[in-house]
C-alpha cells in the first residue's frame, strides 16, 4: 500500500511538473498574437449612392472648374452652362439607323508626318464614337477662293466659314452623322479673329480643325510625336463634341472646355466630364464603360500612358457602381 501510495504521489507530481513546465513553455515560446486587422465598417454616407441615377454617381468623379484667370477662354467668353436637359430641349444631332458614319475629309498637301496623325486620329475617332470613321481623299487647298483666304507674314491663313458652309455642308453625305475636315493650314473664323483651333456648327452637322498650331518640334525639328497626337486628337474630340450639338462646357474640368491658347488646351482634360458623358452616351448609343475601354486601348498603343491610366481609373470606378447597384438589387429582392 505503502509503494502503491508513493507511486501515485510521484505520478501525481510528475504531472504538475509536466503542466507547469508548458505553461512556461507556452508563456515563453508561443508567437505573440498578431493586431488583428481594423474591421471595415462602411459609414452610411458611403453606402447611401443614388443607384438608380448613374451620373448622379459620376459626378462625384467630375472637377468643378475655379473661376478663370486673365488669358483663359471663360474669362473673355461668358457662355452659359448647358445642361443635359438643355442639351435635351435642342434636338441634338445623334447616330441614327441611317445616318451612321462620321466623314473625315483631309484639306491640304500632307506631310509624312502629318498622313500619320491623321490616320491616328481616325483610329481614336473610332474608339471615342465607336461608329464607322470614312476618311475621304483629300482635297488641295486651291480649291478655296482667294476670298476665303488672307495673307500673314509668311504664311497664308483659310476662312472656317467657307471650308464649313461650301466645301461641307454642300456636300454632306446622306449617311453621315458629322462631317469633319481636318487641314494643316492655318484657320481664322473672321476678319477679327487671330487665329481659331477649329470651329464647328451645333446643329449642321460639319466642322474643321487644323494641325497647323498643334504640332510641336523638338531642336532637331522632329515631331514630338505624343504631345503633338495628344493635341490633335483632344481637337477632334472638342470639334467632333460641337457637330453632335454639345456647346462649351463652363461647369467641370472637361475636353469640351473652351481654350484660347496650346498651354491652356494642354491643361484641359481629354475626356468629358459627366454632364458630357451624358450628352456623348445619347448621341452615339454607347455606354461610357465601352468608350472607356475602347479609348483605353488607344491610350495603350500609342503609349499615352498618363491617358490610360485616367481611363484604368474611371473604369474602376463604373464597375464599382455597376456592382453596388447589383448588390442593392439583390439586397432588395430579399427583403
Ligand atoms: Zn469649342
Ligand atoms: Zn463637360
Redo the contacts with the bound molecule.
Keep these: 500500500m505503502l509503494i502503491d501510495d508513493f507511486l501515485h504521489k510521484t505520478q501525481a507530481l510528475l504531472t504538475a511538473a509536466v503542466f507547469l513546465l508548458a505553461v512556461v513553455f507556452s508563456l515563453n515560446y508561443a508567437p505573440k498574437a498578431q493586431p488583428r486587422p481594423p474591421k471595415i465598417v462602411l459609414q452610411s454616407h458611403q453606402l447611401a449612392i443614388d443607384t438608380t441615377n448613374y451620373y448622379d454617381y459620376l459626378r462625384a468623379f467630375s472637377i468643378p472648374l475655379l473661376a478663370p484667370e486673365q488669358g483663359e477662354w471663360r474669362y473673355y467668353h461668358h457662355e452659359t452652362e448647358q445642361s443635359y436637359a438643355h442639351y435635351l430641349l435642342e434636338e441634338p444631332i445623334t447616330i441614327t439607323a441611317q445616318r451612321n458614319k462620321i466623314y473625315v475629309l483631309p484639306l491640304g498637301d500632307f506631310s509624312v508626318d502629318e498622313k500619320k496623325l491623321l490616320t491616328t486620329t481616325v483610329d481614336y475617332l473610332k474608339a471615342y464614337f465607336s461608329v464607322p470613321i470614312v476618311l475621304q481623299t483629300a482635297l488641295p487647298l486651291a480649291v478655296l477662293p482667294a476670298t476665303a483666304s488672307r495673307q500673314r507674314s509668311t504664311w497664308t491663313q483659310y476662312l472656317t466659314t467657307y471650308i464649313l458652309n461650301e466645301v461641307l455642308v454642300k456636300n454632306l453625305p446622306t449617311d453621315a452623322a458629322t462631317y469633319i475636315c481636318l487641314t494643316n493650314a492655318d484657320l481664322y473664323p473672321e476678319a477679327s479673329w487671330n487665329f481659331v483651333f477649329g470651329q464647328a456648327y451645333l446643329h449642321k452637322r460639319v466642322g474643321v480643325w487644323s494641325l497647323f498650331r498643334l504640332k510641336e518640334y523638338d531642336e532637331k525639328q522632329e515631331l514630338v510625336w505624343q504631345k503633338s497626337l495628344k493635341r490633335v486628337i483632344d481637337v477632334a474630340a472638342h470639334e467632333l463634341g460641337h457637330s453632335f450639338s454639345m456647346r462649351h462646357?463652363v461647369?467641370?474640368e472637361?475636353v469640351?472646355n473652351g481654350s484660347n491658347s496650346l498651354e491652356e488646351g494642354d491643361r484641359q482634360p481629354c475626356l468629358?466630364?459627366v454632364?458630357?458623358i451624358a450628352k456623348l452616351d445619347h448621341a452615339t448609343k454607347i455606354t461610357n464603360l465601352q468608350r472607356l475601354e475602347a479609348l483605353r486601348h488607344f491610350f495603350e498603343k500609342e503609349k499615352l500612358v498618363k491617358e490610360a491610366e485616367l481611363c484604368a481609373t474611371l473604369i474602376t470606378q463604373v464597375r464599382k457602381y455597376e456592382w453596388l447597384k447589383t448588390y442593392y438589387t439583390y439586397k432588395a429582392l430579399r427583403m
Design positions: 462646357c461647369q467641370y472637361c469640351m468629358p466630364c454632364e458630357c
